[in-house]
Nanobody, 116 residues
Framework: QVHMVESGGGLVQAGGSLRLSCTAS????????MGWYRQAPGKQRELVAV???????NYADSVKGRFTISRDFAKNTVYLQMNGLKPEDAAFYYC??????????WGQGTRVTVSS
């Protein structure tokens, strides 16, 4: 099993920045990628950004150029730097770890609120 603990959500004005962090523990060796999804009220959960162990990244079109994903492999931590936040970025953000045999583990979620 892999357990993730997220932090960094909160309230920010439009145009502001936040950085989310997520630290994994447990069967770290099984992790092949880490990233972030988000879900706004009444909407489907969507991929925000993901980074493989090899450093390959994938971003949602809506966040390209504003959000940056990074990983500290020594700390088993993934970060999401969010700049230029918009009201439509408001959502619960969930950290994920994709693993070799079991699939995806989810964090508990952290709330991001963007005021206009």
């Amino acid at each position: 099993q892999v357990h993730m603990v997220e932090s960094g959500g909160g309230l920010v004005q439009a145009g502001g920045s936040l950085r989310l962090s997520c630290t994994a523990s447990g069967n770290i060796a099984s992790i092949t990628a880490m990233g972030w999804y988000r879900q706004a009220p009444g909407k489907q959960r969507e991929l925000v950004a993901v980074m493989t162990n090899g450093g390959i990244t994938n971003y949602a079109d809506s966040v390209k150029g504003r959000f940056t994903i990074s990983r500290d492999f020594a700390k088993n931590t993934v970060y999401l730097q969010m700049n230029g936040l918009k009201p439509e970025d408001a959502a619960f953000y969930y950290c994920i770890s994709d693993t070799k045999w079991v699939g995806i583990y989810w964090g508990q979620g952290t709330r991001v609120t963007v005021s206009s």
